[in-house]
């Protein structure tokens, strides 16, 4: 029978892609793939991609609530995770969690334009 191995991409449905992706590039870092899907923008991360992409047919954000993705847990790897922490709030970024140290290092969450929730951790 055949199984599946794991998660190997990751996309968040969002308003405006060009704002996204820019805020991503701009706040986290991230760098686009070399190709993409016309509808979104692919981030060079490892080991899962990671992507911004146009809301799929039916799909309306403005209706979700309290905010798009609530129950849905992404994180993304950091190597300073306070030192990017630092540099959201400072650029008026809503910070959801502050930072604290457990299992995975440290870790905070921010809410991302859309209002995504995205916990940032720096153990590898």
Same mark, same amino acid.
């Given at each position: 029978?055949?199984?599946?191995?794991?998660?190997?991409?990751?996309?968040?449905?969002?308003?405006?892609?060009?704002?996204?992706? @820019?805020?991503?590039? /701009?706040? *986290?870092?991230?760098?686009? $793939?070399? &190709? =993409?899907? +016309?509808?979104?923008?692919?981030?060079?991360?490892?080991?899962?991609?990671?992507?911004?992409?146009?809301?799929?047919?039916?799909?309306?954000?403005?209706?979700?609530?309290?905010?798009?993705?609530?129950?849905?847990?992404?994180?993304?790897? @950091?190597?300073?995770? /306070?030192? *990017?922490?630092?540099?959201? $709030?400072? &650029? =008026?970024? +809503?910070?959801?969690?502050?930072?604290?140290?457990?299992?995975?290092?440290?870790?905070?969450?921010?809410?991302?334009?859309?209002?995504?929730?995205?916990?940032?951790?720096?153990?590898?």
């Amino acid at each position: 029978m055949p199984h599946v191995t794991g998660p190997d991409f990751i996309a968040l449905q969002v308003r405006d892609v060009a704002a996204s992706a @820019a805020f991503y590039e /701009q706040h *986290l870092g991230l760098r686009r $793939a070399p &190709a =993409g899907p +016309p509808h979104g923008v692919v981030f060079a991360t490892s080991p899962i991609a990671f992507a911004v992409r146009e809301p799929l047919p039916g799909v309306d954000l403005d209706a979700a609530s309290p905010r798009p993705g609530l129950g849905v847990a992404v994180w993304l790897h @950091a190597d300073d995770a /306070q030192g *990017l922490h630092d540099a959201l $709030a400072a &650029a =008026g970024v +809503p910070i959801v969690t502050a930072p604290v140290d457990g299992p995975f290092g440290r870790t905070f969450t921010f809410a991302d334009p859309d209002g995504y929730a995205v916990t940032v951790h720096d153990r590898a």
